[in-house]
Structures are given as C-alpha cells and as structure tokens.
C-alpha cells in the first residue's frame, strides 16, 4: 500500500492566511486610536494658531462670547472634582473591598460582588438625574447659607465618587483576594489577628493593585460628562478660596457637552473645544501609563515577569541612555512647576504664578541635589539615579518620620480647610490641631487595647461601611423605581410624546435606543470578536500585537465624550453622514469595541490547552479548532460580555449628543441617515430642560433602568447556565 | 509505645472532619520537650491535616471541626477557654513553600513582636538580630536588612521564615514539609539547623523524605489513611518497626 507524502501541497498553509487575515482586522483598533487622535488634535489646531498656546493654557478666563479661552479654570475644576470624588470614594471603596474580601462570610462574596458590578452598570444619566433630584435639594437644605441651588463642586464629587465606587471596590477586591494564602497562614500563625493580618500584612501586599484601582478609580471620574453637567452648576469659575466646595464649577467635559450645540463649526470657538478634549486624552492617558506601571511593579514584587515592551517601548529602549534619562528628568522638573503654578493660581496672577512656579521647582531640585550630594560625600550611597532609587536611599528613620510629619500637616490641612468654610481662620486651624490631637491619642489607646477588640471595632466599622453602600444603591434604585413604576402603562410604553416630551408615550426613544443597540453591535461583533480570537489564540508575543493590546488599552480609558467629538467630526461632517441613526451606531460601536475585544480574548484563554491540544492532534487547522472547540467551550461568557457591553450601548449619552439623537420626534423615520429619539438622552434632555415634567423623568429613568438592569440579569443568568453546564 | 515523662504535647484519640469528609481517625501521640518528632507517610495520609491542627491553622478552613484531646502543658487546646491568638504565639508554624511577606527583612522579622505589643526600639532590634542568628542568617542579610525578603534565594526565605517565627518566642515549632521547595544544599543547611534548634525549642516536622526523617528526628509517627499506624523511636522505626506496613512502607514497597 503506498502511504501519502507528508509534503505540503500548497505554498501557503491556511492557517497562515487565516492569521493574516485576523492581524488585518486587529490592526483596525490600532488605527481607530490613530484617527481619534488625528481628529481630535487636527480640529485643536486652529485654536492654538487663533488664541495661542500660552494664552489657552494660561488664560484665566474662558468666555467664549468675547472670545476668551483660557483653560485654567476649566483645567483647574476637572482636577478638584476628581480629588473630591476619590477623596470621598477610596475611603469607602477600599473599606468595602476589604469587608467584602476579608471579612465577609465566602457564601456573601458573590452577592456582594454583584451588588458592586450593579453600581457600575447604572448609566451616568441616571446618577445625573439621581444627583439633580436627590443629592442638590440634599445638600442646599442641609448648608443653606452656603449653597443657594445646591449646585456645586461638592454635589459633583460626591456623586462623582458614587460612581467611582464600583471601580474601585472591584479592583482592589481582586488585588486584595490575589495576595498568597500563605501570606495570611504565616501571620495567623504567630498569633496575629484576622484584623492585623488585614492591616498589616494583606493591604500592604495589595497596595499596588489598590493603588491601580484608585488610579483607575480617577479615570473614570476624569472622563465622565453627563452627571457632572447635571450637578456642578457649570459656572467657569475657579473657587475662591482654592477649596471652596461650595462653589459652582465646570469641568472640561461638561465644557464640551455645554458648548458644543451651540458652536459654529470650525470656528475658534468649535477649535479650542476640540483642545479641551485633547487635554482630556493627555490626562486620561497619563492616568492609564501610571497604573500601567504601577502594575508591572506589582508582577515584579510577587516575582512575575514584567509585561514586554509595545513598538513606542522598543524605540525608547533603542534611545542613548542620557537622552531617556534627560527626558525623566525633564518630566519631573515640569510636573513640579505645573503643580507649583496651579496651585499658586489660586491667590496669584499667572505671571506670579509662572515665577512662584519656577523658583518652588528651583528650590526642589536645588535641595534634593544638595541631598544627593551629601549622601554621596558621606558614601551612604552612589548618585540615585531615578526618583524611586532615590527614596530608597533616605534612612528609614527619616523617612518614618516624615511620614508622620505629612500625615499630621495632611489631617491639619483638611480639617482647616473644611472648617474655614463655616468658620474664621483662627477657629478653624484650632479645629484641625484638635482633630490631629484627637487622631494620635486614638491611636495610642488602640494600640493599647486587646487586639480582639480593635478587630471588633474594625470589623464593625467595615460592615457599617458596606451597609451604607447598600442603602445608598437602594435608595437609587428606589427613589426611581417609586416615582417613575406607577407611570408606565401600554400607552405610555408605545405612545408618541406630546408637548415637547412633557406629556405622552417614548416609543420612538425605546425603538430609537433599540436601533442604537442593534446598529452598534452589528460594527462591534465581528470587529471585537475575531480581534480577540486574533489576541487569545494567533497573537504571539511581539512588538505588533503589544501594539495592538495598548491600543485597546487606550480605546478602553477614551472618557466617552471623546467618542462624542470624534464621531461628531470624522462621521456627521467628514463623512457627511449628518446627525444620524448611522453615526451614532459606528461611534457606539467603537466605543464598546475594546470590551468586546477583552471578554472574547479572556473568555477564550480561560478554556484549557487540552481542548485545543486534543483537537490539532487529530489534524485540524488552527482555524478549525477555534471555531468548533475552542468558541463553543468559552461561548457562555463571550455571551455575558456582549449582554454587558449592550447594556453600556443603552444606557451612554455622551457619544450619542452630538452624533444621532434628537430630543423630539412626532414622526419616526427608518433611514439610517436621519437622527433617532434615545432613552438616555431624552432623560437628560426632560431633567434639565423640560421644566414641569418630574413624573416623566423619573419614568424614562424607571424604563431605562429597567432596561439596563434585565442585560445585567441576562448576562448573570447565562453566566450561571453555561458554568453549570461546563466544567473544568 | 514509649512512655513519655515531659510531653509538651499530648494528643489523644483525635479525630477530624473536613465537611463529610474524615481526615483523622483516632490518632494518639505524644511530643516530647527539645525533641524532633517527624511524621511520614504516603500522601493524603492526614500527616499535614495533623501537624496544622496543632496550632489551629485549620480554624481557617470552614466546615473544618475536630474532636478528642490536644493538650498543650495539660491544656486542651481546642478547650472553650482556650485563646487560639496564644496558642499560635506559642506554637509556631513554617510552611512548605517559603512564604516570607513582600516586606523588608527587618518588617518581616519584627512583625510577630510588634503584633505581641513591643515596640521599643532597641529591644525590637535585638529580636532581629538574634531571631536571625539563631535562624544561621544574620551573616548573609545583616548589611540588606531594609531590602525585600523577596530577593534572597529561596533556602535563605526559609530560613527567614524560621527566624521570623523565632522572633515571637515559642516553645514548639511546627514544620510542615519545610524544606520540599528547597535544592539539596539549602536543604541540608535547614537540617543543621534544625538540629541547633531543638536544644532550645520543641520541633514538630512532616516530611515526605524518610531520610531526612531518619537524620534529624528523635521520634517518628507513620501515619496511613488518616490514622497512626505506629508512633516510637526513630531508630525503632526505621531499624525494627513492630507493623508491617510501617516496615512495608519503608523499604519502599509501597507509597
């Protein structure tokens, strides 16, 4: 019998064309990032040319009627809205991921993880909504003499905080159950307490992952539009004092969202909002590099190897040392000034500020030089040669107290601070030594007590903390669902609004959200899957797919307004698509592209190497293999992602504005060139416009919730069907 | 069985239960002051769920529930009044795998006595030191005592642990598998070690090497499906051991 040749027929083996074909559709979220930046930077020029670059990064005042746009006090209320927000959210967040991770009983996690994952799937519209009916009243009634509306820094960095909340809980469980068991059986075992166990040994082994969260946390806070426009009150204006909380503000997203109906396209005007939302990318980028590094740090403590370098990381590895090194130094000596000037802005000109800048930047550099030096004479050790080195070669005493130092100035500072408010100066500054006095004494009582009744304290505590985390997404919940469920019948449901949305049905905003859903995931499927397939199964480790993943990384961390921008600019007027059901669905689609991309990616590299394995010993194509053993195996979870990623889709209004949605429809058209009502939008549109129409908002917000909170239940349901039906 | 006049342990008739599952069946042995007892036996023979019964580390598996006497000094350890916060300070435990926290040497080693209330300074130090000479590894980390634990070798891990446990003085010190991670050479420097130790504390070890077992302990339990199948003398044993399957298992025909 004559046995076949085991030479190949064909020049090209399929799977390599197929893998080909795949890097193809994968380099396209490369090149989404590439055209958002090229938009957004290419319509920022005119207004550098027009204002100026110092102008719009040192002007004072942005009015854009007598053509004024300088950024800093529209810069300067993002930054405290953000340091509000987390300031209120990591103490809870944090609190409620250690309950969740080390206190709670194992069979509570899930449900309580869950709760936290809820948070997160509420649309920022109805957090807006929940903020304007709620949270302002809340706040003028209980400061009456301070807020006259309620609108305020402080009302968006609560609510701000609120949605932070589920980001931060989440990360920081992960990063607090991934710490070794055998880090806690150790401690047990010298006869430390749970408590001390947590305190001592698991947070600090976590703290990176904790600090990614916080990080992740501010991100989330930075890039988001349609609550903080709700709440703060949208005066440009920068608080006087610096931390007056009760001041009306505006962040650089609700700039956006404010100005841009009314702006003329490719005006100046149109120009320096588009320079906004490059600022926004920069910082949000910044932010997603720190926790980027941030992580690596963690993998190199536990032992990992650290992620390779992306193509941008090998040209800077290719770099002469001394240029890199220039360069670092270079950023910290800027990121130096930039904090010196802005926060000398707050009692000086700009030409003041700059100089203060310049010599408090002088004055550091010059004394940490001096220290250097000293250590170097005293041979304590060599020239540091980066900051973190640096910090490691200060004594330990030193450093122990100057911790000490900063947390006392810290605990002052804000105690003062809160307190100036209400009361004068002096008052005020006893009251902060006070609190400093009060917390070292506690400190030094605790440390005497039994160590089981510090834990019961502490735990205490953490479930206190966790039960006003649940009440307060009750309450969300409620206060919606109480006013809003009586509204909803068959008329309403499939009627057409009357009175400009104050009265009648939302048919067109549900059918209109609907399209929105269907449209975007027709573009985002096949993109996202077979990009992930691509990234789980083909992608080796090289600089393009490093590339790839950093993209999604940055698709991922875009806030959803720059989505907003793009799809205004690339699709309704490059394009020419107009303000249409069309554009909407490709900006959706982007949007929720990097989520698509990650749950397929991760879905698949949950399945086992046997499966695959098992299938090529038996002579199948890579290509084969994926698609009739490895999919189906991780298919229960490739479904759960895309349900979540449609609940997003529903419930976003950011991207939508500017791109698809009108407020007000009698007739509904079918093109796909014409606009289209939408639940998110029309609640935000009924909220602030639609005077004398309460029992309406909370309506759409009850239907849109709805809405959000069955993908939410779908995806959980399918989860559990296809755990329960495969095993592993 | 040997009769034992200072038995700093004494465990009689124990058993125990993972859920449904039983673990331990009536085991009896008694661990004599300044003695290495070893346990053997094949694996899943309950010598592990054993040794980390002894300071309660099995507290922390739910479900987990133990009956019978274990005494410590004539103290029930799983007695109602019992502190289980002191019983772990008082007997010690080493792990398999070296499991040092991502902290300094220094934070590593003074962690225990800071938990237990010192925090002057001096005394703290002399603690180091001495914890991590009696470990045999002040020589090798007294000039990094402020770099991470995690960046000395593994056997040097081990040893930090050892000295780390030290540091909160016990009497006993538990060792489960405590050198299974470790090349030859660091394993050999921990045996030593173990033989310096036992002159001033009462060592515990389970080991799945019957060498090792041979070299370092003064008394031996071989342990099989949960139950002590026979507990005396080292020597006795390994030289002339009074069951079959004792005999059976260390001459390698089965395990």
């Known amino acids: ?728 | 069985m040997v009769m034992i006049m200072d038995n700093v342990i004494d465990i009689q008739n124990v058993n125990l239960w993972y859920g449904d599952h039983q673990a331990l069946f009536d085991v009896s042995m008694p661990v004599q002051k300044n003695k290495v007892t070893a346990l053997i036996g094949p694996s899943g023979c309950g010598k592990s769920t054993l040794i980390r019964s002894i300071n309660r580390m099995n507290d922390l598996i739910d479900g987990c529930r133990v009956e019978g006497r274990m005494m410590f000094h004539g103290e029930d350890i799983y007695g109602p009044g019992t502190d289980v916060i002191k019983v772990r300070k008082k007997i010690g435990m080493i792990f398999q795998k070296p499991n040092p926290f991502p902290m300094s040497v220094r934070d590593n080693i003074t962690y225990g006595p800071k938990i237990h209330g010192i925090t002057d300074k001096d005394k703290l130090e002399e603690i180091l030191e001495k914890s991590l000479r009696e470990a045999a590894l002040w020589e090798e980390v007294k000039d990094r005592l402020d770099k991470s634990a995690m960046s000395l070798s593994g056997g040097q891990q081990q040893r930090l642990c050892i000295a780390r446990t030290l540091a909160v003085s016990p009497e006993v010190i538990l060792m489960d598998e405590p050198t299974s991670a470790l090349d030859p050479i660091a394993t050999s420097k921990i045996e030593d070690l173990i033989t310096e130790l036992v002159k001033e504390y009462t060592v515990v070890i389970v080991t799945h090497n019957m060498q090792q077992a041979a070299r370092i302990s003064d008394y031996t339990g071989f342990m099989y499906i949960g139950e002590m199948v026979e507990f005396d003398k080292t020597d006795k044993i390994f030289q002339n051991p009074s069951k079959e399957m004792t005999d059976r298992y260390i001459s390698g025909r089965f395990g």
């Open chain 1, 1 to 728: 019998m004559e046995t076949e040749s085991i030479q190949t027929e064909s020049r090209f083996h399929s799977d390599t064309v197929t893998k080909y074909l795949l890097m193809g559709i994968a380099a396209i979220a490369v090149s989404i990032v590439f055209f958002i930046i090229l938009f957004i930077f290419g319509n920022s020029i005119g207004a550098i040319t027009d204002v100026g670059l110092t102008d719009l990064l040192t002007g004072p005042r942005w009015r854009s009627s007598e053509g004024l746009y300088g950024t800093v006090p529209i810069i300067t209320a993002t930054l405290l809205v953000t340091a509000g927000a987390i300031l209120f959210a990591v103490p809870i967040g944090v609190a409620a991921a250690i309950f969740i991770s080390e206190v709670a009983p194992s069979r509570f996690k899930s449900v309580l993880k869950s709760i936290s994952e809820v948070f997160a799937g509420i649309p920022s519209v109805i957090y807006g909504f929940f903020g304007l009916t709620v949270l302002v009243p809340l706040l003028r009634d209980t400061f009456p003499s301070h807020l006259l509306m309620g609108y305020s820094w402080l009302a968006g960095s609560i609510l701000l905080g609120i949605m932070a909340l589920p980001t931060i809980i989440s990360v920081s469980e992960d990063a607090l159950s991934a710490v070794p068991k055998s880090y806690r059986e150790a401690s047990m075992a010298m006869g430390a307490t749970k408590w001390e166990t947590t305190i001592k040994v698991v947070t600090p082994a976590a703290i990176s992952g904790i600090s990614a969260a916080i990080i992740l946390g501010i991100g989330r806070a930075v890039g988001e539009t349609m609550a903080v426009m709700m709440v703060c009150g949208n005066s440009a204006i920068v608080p006087d004092p610096i931390f007056n909380v009760f001041s009306r503000i505006r962040p650089i997203t609700s700039t956006i969202a404010l100005e841009m109906p009314y702006v003329v396209i490719g005006s100046t005007h149109y120009s320096a909002l588009f320079f906004l939302a490059l600022i926004l990318m920069i910082m949000v980028l910044a932010i997603s590099m720190a926790s980027k590094i941030i992580v690596n740090r963690t993998r190199r403590k536990f032992g990992e190897t650290e992620n390779k370098p992306s193509l941008t990381g090998i040209i800077v590895a290719k770099l002469p040392v001394p240029l890199v090194n220039g360069f670092k130094n270079a950023l910290v000596v800027a990121g130096l000034f930039l904090i010196a000037y802005f926060i000398s802005l707050t009692f000086s000109n700009s030409f003041g500020a700059v100089l203060i800048g310049i010599s408090v930047t002088v004055a550091i550099v010059a004394s940490s030089l001096l220290w250097l030096n000293r250590l170097k004479n005293e041979g304590v050790s060599d020239r540091p040669r980066n900051p973190s080195e640096f910090i490691e070669s200060i004594p330990v005493k030193i450093k122990a107290v100057s911790r000490n130092i900063i947390t006392y100035a810290l605990v002052i500072t804000v105690v003062f601070m809160g307190a100036s408010l209400f009361y004068d100066d002096v008052v005020a500054f006893m009251a902060g030594l006070a609190v400093a006095a009060a917390y070292v004494t506690l400190r030094s009582v605790f440390r005497r007590i039994d160590s089981r009744v510090v834990q019961k304290v502490a735990h205490t505590a953490l479930l206190a903390v966790m039960i006003f985390a649940i009440l307060l997404l009750v309450y969300i919940l409620a206060d919606i669902f109480i006013e809003g469920l009586p509204m909803i019948t068959w008329d309403f449901l499939t009627g057409y609004p009357k009175d400009a949305g104050r009265a009648g049905g939302i048919y067109p905003a549900i059918v209109g959200t609907l399209k929105l859903i269907v449209g975007s995931m027709v573009i985002a499927l096949p993109l996202g899957m077979i990009t992930g397939i691509f990234l789980a199964e083909y992608a080796k480790d090289t600089p393009f797919t490093r590339t790839v993943r950093n993209s999604i990384d940055i698709l991922n961390g875009t806030p959803s307004i720059v989505f907003g921008l793009f799809g205004m600019s690339a699709f309704v007027i490059y394009f020419g698509f107009g303000n249409s059901l069309l554009a909407g669905c490709i900006t959706l689609g982007l949007m929720v592209l990097p989520v698509i991309i990650r749950t397929t990616e991760e879905a698949l590299k949950a399945v086992p190497g046997e499966l695959r394995e098992g299938s090529m010993a038996m002579g199948a194509t890579k290509w084969e293999t994926t698609v009739k053993v490895v999919l189906p195996a991780a298919i229960g979870s490739v479904i759960t992602g895309v349900i979540l990623s449609i609940g997003r889709v529903a419930g976003e209004t950011a991207p939508i504005m500017f791109t698809a949605v009108i407020m007000y429809q009698r007739v509904m058209s079918h093109s796909i060139f014409d606009p289209v009502m939408a639940l998110p939008y029309q609640l935000f549109y009924l909220a602030t416009e639609g005077m004398g129409s309460p029992a309406m908002q909370s309506a759409v917000a009850t239907v849109l919730l709805i809405m959000v909170l069955s993908m939410f239940t779908l995806a959980s349901v399918v989860r559990h069907y296809f755990d329960k039906r495969i095993r592993w």
